[in-house]
């Protein structure tokens, strides 16, 4: 079975400019969830989405959301990117919502300008 | 406050010697997951091992123990024979309310 894949692996934007990151999860499994990971703030949890749904959202600013669709991929978007923004965005799924182990994938590095 | 703590902040091991990275957390959920994973420089995130609040038995996946000590509520991983593969750094994570709470990290490297 592929792993999780995440498109593009690599981002530089500026300042004030909006980003969209893809995840297409293991086949089967339907729920996915995002994390970002810095030097300073460690791993994060941003969201976590589960029949196209959002079920859980992390402490971030309005600015991060994301969505899912019927085929379990999922995207999040960035608005009005901020310096602070740089990092790694990671993926992950698992089948089911609970006790199921989190895949990730090879992640998203943004660097904001 | 802080759900999971790892003091270790980097380690040394020789190859072929086994090593152990601490974690601790902090919960008063009944139940909850506890993993470990690996991330090399590449960063991608390696699932390695899991131990559930209620499996009796310790965890076990290849070269990769847990040391699963509910009362203390600790889950220190464990790495048989070490190879040089090994060298990256090492997350312990708890999965509580359908999300994964990580550590700060250990760096393991291994000398040849």
């Known amino acids: 079975k592929a792993g999780v894949t995440q498109t593009p692996r690599y981002l530089i934007k500026t300042r004030g400019q909006q980003v969209t990151l893809s995840c297409s999860p293991i086949s089967g499994h339907r729920s996915v969830s995002w994390y970002q990971q810095t030097p300073g703030q460690g791993l994060q949890f941003l969201f976590e989405?589960?029949?196209?749904?959002?079920?859980n959202k992390g402490n971030f600013p309005g600015r991060f959301s994301g969505r899912q669709f019927s085929n379990s991929r999922s995207e999040m978007n960035v608005s009005t990117l901020e310096l602070g923004d740089s990092a790694l965005y990671l993926c992950?799924?698992?089948?089911?919502?609970?006790?199921?182990?989190?895949?990730f994938g090879p992640g998203t590095r943004l660097t904001v300008l | 406050a802080q759900k999971i703590t790892q003091t270790q902040p980097g380690m040394f091991v020789q190859e072929k010697e086994a090593v152990t990275l601490d974690c601790t957390y902090d919960?008063?959920?009944?139940?909850?997951?506890l993993f470990w994973y690996k991330q090399p420089s590449s960063g991608e995130m390696i699932f390695l091992i899991y131990?559930?609040?209620?499996?009796?038995q310790n965890a076990t996946e290849g070269r990769y123990s847990l040391n699963f000590q509910k009362a203390r509520k600790s889950a220190n991983l464990v790495i048989s024979a070490s190879q040089l593969g090994d060298s990256a750094m090492y997350f312990c994570a708890m999965r509580e309310d359908y999300k994964l709470s990580f550590g700060a990290g250990t760096t393991v490297t291994v000398r040849a």
């Open positions: 989405y589960f029949s196209e749904t959002q079920r």
């Open positions: 919960t008063s959920d009944q139940s909850y997951g």
């Open positions: 131990q559930g609040s209620y499996d009796e």
């Open positions: 992950a799924s698992s089948l089911n919502r609970d006790t199921d182990t989190q895949y």
